[in-house]
């Protein structure tokens, strides 16, 4: 069983930053699709970022320029660098992994969840 446990989520004024960390233990493929989600008040869970079996990433466009996702050597560990943080960037964000190498658009296509770690933008 893939266990994904998330960190680094808190509080933070717009224009800040915030790093989250997302640990994987289990069994993990060497290549496979590696994603961030977030899901703010009464809307629907949005991928946010994603890194393919390639270590190619994809944004959604409300984040290009801002945040940045990454993956340690060992590929055991990724991250959400977010920076110039906005209110409508407040949510639960979590991390999400799939034995596919190649990443899938929406939450139904992944099989493996974190607990989410929470992110509040003040303005």
Do not use: I
Not at 1 to 10: C, I, N, T, Y
Not at 18 to 46: D, H, N, T
């Amino acid at each position: 069983q893939v266990h994904l446990v998330e960190s680094g989520g808190g509080s933070v004024q717009s224009g800040g930053s915030l790093r989250l960390s997302c640990v994987s233990s289990g069994p993990m493929y060497s290549r496979q699709c590696m994603a961030w989600f977030r899901q703010g008040a009464g809307l629907e869970r949005e991928r946010v970022a994603a890194r393919d079996g390639d270590g190619d990433t994809t944004y959604t466009d409300s984040v290009k320029g801002r945040f940045t996702m990454s993956q340690d050597a060992g590929k055991t560990t990724v991250y959400l660098q977010m920076n110039n943080l906005k209110s409508e960037d407040t949510g639960v964000y979590f991390c999400a992994a799939d034995s596919r190498w190649w990443c899938l658009p929406g939450p139904e296509d992944f099989a493996y969840w974190g607990q989410g770690t929470m992110v509040t933008v003040s303005s």
